[in-house]
């Protein structure tokens, strides 16, 4: 699996807790990869109408409050098509194996994406945040100094 979710979600967190003018850079920098990358993820967050444009500025708000934004809804604007297990079309028909796999398989793979589904919509923005905070906190009391791009006091 590839990285678009959780740099999505580091992008809808970013947004959410700073009040920096976000930019495409300022992103890319938070993430660690380049501003194009940014600007793809981006595009697909605007076209679930979970992010949008300040008008008449540079920057990014989120369109739906991170109390009701879910993990699930942010998962299928990144990915809106994409099965997460697959099972291969290449078995051998004649063997045992090749000509059962599928069948076996199946019933396993789409059961472990409902429940990776569920979790992610039982799973919202707000309660990621707070978690963050939580651990940031726990850190600083262990002594890890950070250099903070956010300008929110995190509590």
Not at 64 to 84: G, H, M, N, Q, R
């Amino acid at each position: 699996m590839d990285t678009k979710f959780s740099i999505a979600i580091h992008i809808l967190v970013y947004i959410s807790e700073t009040e920096k003018i976000v930019t495409s850079e300022l992103l890319a920098k938070s993430v660690g990869t380049n501003a194009s990358h940014i600007r793809k993820i981006i595009s697909l967050l605007k076209d679930a109408n979970i992010v949008d444009s300040k008008q008449g500025k540079k920057g990014m708000v989120l369109k739906i409050k991170a109390s009701k934004l879910t993990l699930d809804k942010v998962y299928f604007a990144v990915y809106p098509e994409k099965e997460i297990l697959h099972v291969h079309n290449t078995s051998n028909q004649e063997c045992p194996i090749g000509l059962g796999i599928k069948e076996v398989l199946l019933p396993i793979f789409e059961e472990s994406e409902k429940q990776l589904i569920l979790n992610l919509k039982n799973k919202t923005l707000e309660s990621l945040i707070r978690d963050l905070y939580k651990t940031y906190n726990e850190q600083l009391k262990r002594g890890v100094k950070y250099e903070s791009s956010t300008s929110r006091t995190i509590q």
